[in-house]
Structure formats: structure tokens, C-alpha cells
């Protein structure tokens, strides 16, 4: 496959490693199937290629490729398909299983990695009171204005080589583990007969079962071995989460710029920059989207990118009425087009395309480039649609995607504070052939580079077994179900499958399109048109929303 006579913005497939056979193996075999020629220009591949623990990748642990998911021949592969990738690079933070973090807890104070991640005491000297349990409860003044993820505060105590428990900044996960002894480990860690350290040992497994901490316990027989108990445990604690990175200290700056380095040869041209607005934090300032730190922070990064020719993409989730994503723009980066998902929801349910049109029309007018999608590996996006839609058009969307079997996620659990809903795109259209294949073309019609999941391409239904198996907290897994090659060679046969790739390959192969081609898009009635036009070729989208018909001349 050449990609000579591509545009320069074409069609983006946008997977897990595993999503499509298991492996990127057999994706790139998927990929060469005589039905994907000329399909696709570029692979956006989720961060579980990289060598991670949490968050089906987002938790980094290094930069290497995960050797039980792909190979770097894969991303070979993929180069002589004439594709490049867009890969995730997790500026705000590492996972605790990090070289960095785990020389921290071996070593301590005398870690070369000590001002790596946040230590937060040290943050918060002479802005806070010491509590009992060791960390500093900052000033209310000082903290009013920052955004928590979770209840609390977004601390992990961590315990040191010579046992102080130290506070250090996670914003994001975070779980501590305790081992199970049995009664060698108790002997071998206290002074104590075998027969008592066998009852006390079930004790304890039976009480951490509970979900109880080390100093929850109930030691009522066992008061003797109480303090040694718990400090065996504490000692031997493990943990599983995120840890916030110090963008004051060298060494992070060091790690920034052999990671693009990293992506760079591995074939990335975009880079995506993940929960990059939380990394710049100053006491009394907003630790998500702080003003300037964020944009000094995102120059920085930018002139690494430069030097090793990755674009960067923030990835930044705001109302349409804060404007971020022009602020974003207007300061020469790529953003996402987190509002066409929704807003083409709403076109098709309401028979009604003008304010499509006019974002359309919108982003064109005002030079900004970005990357669009329908579905993701997240959910489709609601919070951002404030202000563009009325309050109760995004309570009618919600109420619409519900009813067919989505789910709604709240920002921290609270109601009315909604921010994305979770289903395949497919089925928050009704799982509608018709519908989903307008909403394909008019994307294919939409101002930026479009991004396909590779679970919409395929038509994919809301995988409820799969929110079940992931239980508490699992909702996302609706939308993120990992196919056989058959049921992928089997799909091939489908029409919404079909002519969604015929839809994609005319995108990707038209001179018409392009990031500075000429752009017009017209709204009468249900109908809209859209055409592009660039040295004399020229493409046009006729949609009808009353019967959700198109034809492309």
C-alpha cells in the first residue's frame, strides 16, 4: 500500500493492541486484507502497547513496547503499509511500578529519584497544619480553588526504608495491598510460637478480607504482637496507581524528552498529550488548567516535540463556552473535536443539522485544526457540549442513549454535573444502519482528520457482559469489547461495514479534501451540504436527516 495520492488529514483507526484479534499482529494482518487497501493513513494505538499496569494503559510503567501484545516488527509493519501513528505520551504521571518510583521506596531520601514525583509536605511547607497521620492539611484558601478527582485529598502515603509513611501527590488511582502472611513470615518478623503465629495469621487475612488496614485490626488475644503485627504489614505493603510528576525537577524534564524520542521512532507523527492540564501545580493556583503554567509547560514540551517531529494533540475536556479549545488553537496546536460526537447525535434525533452547520463552519472560519471521532475508547463527551446545546437538548440526548442501554457517567458521583455518556456509537443511534452510516459520512465531510473506533467501523453493539465481568466502575468496558479475527472477517460482509469503508477510502484518497482545501456547508430544512474543494476537485455531501439518506457527488 502507497500513500502517495493520500490527502493530508485522512481517516485514523483508533485501537487498543488487543481490540482486533488479540494482538497488533493480527490487526496488521487485518489491515492487509485486500477490503482495508487505502482505508486508512494513520493508527492511533491506546497506550497498552507501552509496558503499563492500571487503566488498560494509562498507568505507564516505561516507554518499551509490551512484548505480550505487539513488537516493534508490528510497528514496522505498519510503516510499510504507508501509515504513521499517533501514540499517547502521559505527561502528569507514572505508575508507582516506574523504575523511578520503586528506586524512590528502595532508597528513599537517598534516591536519585526523590524530587521525581510530589512529595507533599515539601509542596505544602507553611501552608497547611500537620494532622495526626503525617501529612499537611493545606490552608482552605489555598486549595479552594483546586479540582480533586476523587473524595479527599489526592495524597498516598508511602512508606520509607526506615519506615516513616511520606505523602505524595496522586491524582489519579491509586490501591494499597497488603500480603496475606502465613505463620514462618510472622516468625521470621516477631518473637512469637508457631501455633500462635498460625492463629494470629488467619486472624489477620480474615480482618484485611474485610477490607480492613493494618491498625483497623481487632488484635483482642493477640495485644502482644500488635504493634510488630502492623509493622510487618506496613512494611510490606505493595501499591498499584498513579503517581503526579514534579515538573520542577530536571530528571522529569530528562524522562519528557526520551519518551518523544521514544514515540518518534516508533513512527508517531501526533503525539496525544493525556491529563497534561493537571501537571503544572502552584499552592493557591487551580492544579487543572492553571494559567500560565499550563502554557509554559505545554512550550516546553512543544520544543522537545519539535526537535524529534511529532505534532503534539492536547487533550482537554471544557464547555464549549469556556472557548478552551480555541485557546488551544490559537496558540498553534492541534485539538479534538470533542463536540461533532454529540452534536451529530442530536442533528440525526432531531432531524436537524443547523448547529452541526455552523460548528462546521466554525472551526473552517477560524483556521482550527482538529482530530474528530464518533466513538473512542472513553465515552461521547457531554460536558463539552454545554453551551453549544441547550441544557435540556443534552438531557434529552442522555435520556435517549440511556433508554437504549447506555450509561451515564457523573463528574465525582454528583448529579447534574454529567460528563459523558457511555455506549458504541452504533447503539446510541438505535442501532440504526441507516443512521450510522450518515453520521460516518458527514464525519467524513467534517473540517479536521478524522478518527475512527474500531469497534463503530465494525457496527458494535453495547457489550453489557462485559460491564458485568468488569464490575464495579466498569461501565466503559460497554464500549471496548476486543473481537476474533472471525467475527472481523465476518463483518467484512456486512453493508454498514462495507460502505463504511468505501466511505473512509474516498476520504483518504480524494484531492478535494485537505486541512487548507475550501470548505462550504449549507443547512434547508432537513437537508445539508457540505463540499470541499482543492486545485479544481471537488467533493459534495447531500444528507437528508428526514429519512437519513446521502448521496456524494
Known amino acids: 500500500m502507497s500513500n502517495k495520492n493520500y490527502v493530508d488529514n485522512g481517516p485514523m483507526l483508533n485501537a487498543y493492541p488487543d481490540s482486533m484479534g488479540g494482538t497488533l499482529g493480527t490487526i496488521v494482518d487485518f489491515l492487509k486484507e485486500p477490503e482495508m487497501e487505502d482505508v486508512f493513513q494513520s493508527f492511533y494505538i491506546l497506550p497498552s502497547i507501552f509496558n503499563t499496569d492500571l487503566d488498560r494503559g494509562f498507568s505507564v510503567i516505561d516507554y518499551g513496547i509490551n512484548k505480550v501484545m505487539a513488537s516493534e516488527k508490528d510497528l514496522d509493519e505498519i510503516k510499510k503499509l504507508g501509515m504513521d501513528l499517533k501514540l499517547d505520551f502521559i505527561l502528569n504521571h507514572a505508575s508507582v511500578l516506574s523504575p523511578q518510583f520503586q528506586d524512590l521506596i528502595k532508597n528513599g531520601e537517598k534516591s536519585k529519584y526523590k524530587d521525581f514525583f510530589i512529595n507533599w509536605n515539601k509542596f505544602w511547607e507553611g501552608n497547611g497544619e500537620m494532622t495526626e497521620e503525617g501529612y499537611i492539611q493545606p490552608r482552605e484558601d489555598l486549595i479552594k480553588d483546586m479540582f480533586f478527582r476523587k473524595p479527599g485529598l489526592p495524597i498516598l502515603m508511602v512508606r520509607m526504608p526506615d519506615g516513616k509513611d511520606v505523602p505524595y ?95 518518534s521512532g516508533y513512527g508517531a507523527k501526533i503525539v496525544r498529550l493525556d491529563a497534561f492540564a493537571y501537571a503544572p501545580k502552584e499552592p ?122 447506555g450509561f451515564v457517567k457523573d463528574l465525582h458521583g454528583k448529579k447534574n454535573m454529567y460528563y459523558q455518556v457511555n455506549a458504541t456509537y452504533y447503539s446510541a443511534l438505535g442501532e440504526d444502519d441507516k443512521k450510522m452510516l450518515l453520521a460516518r459520512a458527514i464525519q467524513m465531510f467534517m473540517p479536521g482528520k478524522p478518527q475512527v473506533w474500531y469497534l463503530d467501523m465494525f457496527a458494535g453493539k453495547n457489550d453489557h457482559e462485559a460491564v458485568k465481568r468488569a464490575g464495579a466502575g466498569g461501565h466503559k468496558e460497554i464500549n471496548r469489547t476486543n473481537l476474533t479475527p472471525e467475527a472481523m472477517k465476518e463483518a467484512l460482509s456486512k453493508d454498514v461495514v462495507k460502505k463504511q469503508l468505501e466511505l473512509l477510502r474516498f476520504r483518504n484518497t480524494n484531492p478535494a479534501f485537505g486541512f487548507d482545501a475550501n ?35
Not at 236 to 252: A, E
Not at 535 to 544: C, E, F, R, S, V
Open 169 to 263: 501527590w496522586n491524582t489519579f488511582y491509586q490501591e494499597v495491598q497488603y500480603k496475606r502472611p502465613d505463620a514462618q513470615d510472622l516468625m521470621q518478623g516477631m518473637d512469637i510460637q508457631y501455633l500462635m503465629a498460625e492463629k494470629l495469621s488467619e486472624r489477620i487475612a480474615s480482618e484485611l478480607d474485610a477490607g480492613k488496614t493494618p491498625k483497623e485490626i481487632d488484635f483482642a488475644g493477640f495485644e502482644d504482637y500488635k504493634d510488630a503485627a502492623v509493622n510487618y504489614l506496613e512494611s510490606n505493603r505493595k501499591y498499584l496507581g498513579q503517581m503526579d510528576l514534579n515538573i520542577k525537577s530536571d530528571l522529569v524534564w530528562e524522562h519528557y524528552e526520551n519518551t518523544l524520542k521514544a514515540l
Open 284 to 405: 493557591g493556583l487551580k492544579n487543572f488548567m492553571n494559567d500560565p503554567g499550563t502554557w509554559d509547560l505545554l512550550q516546553k514540551v512543544r520544543e522537545l516535540a519539535d526537535k524529534n517531529n511529532v505534532t503534539l494533540l492536547p487533550e482537554i475536556h471544557a464547555s464549549y463556552s469556556e472557548k478552551v479549545y480555541e485557546t488551544v488553537a490559537n496558540k498553534g496546536y492541534m485539538t479534538y473535536d470533542f463536540f461533532l460526537p454529540g452534536l451529530l447525535i442530536y442533528a440525526i434525533e432531531k432531524k436537524n443539522g443547523q448547529v452541526l452547520a455552523d460548528w462546521a463552519n466554525e472551526i473552517q472560519e477560524k483556521k482550527i485544526r482538529v482530530v474528530n471521532m464518533l466513538g473512542c475508547h472513553d465515552g461521547i463527551p457531554l460536558l463539552d457540549l454545554k453551551g453549544i446545546l441547550a441544557e435540556e437538548d443534552i438531557q434529552d440526548m442522555i435520556d435517549t442513549i440511556v433508554g437504549r442501554g
Open 519 to 553: 470548505f462550504s456547508c449549507s443547512v434547508d430544512g432537513t437537508k445539508l451540504t457540505m463540499s470541499w474543494e482543492n486545485n479544481g476537485n471537488k467533493a459534495t455531501l447531500k444528507a437528508d436527516f428526514a429519512d437519513y439518506s446521502y448521496i456524494i457527488e
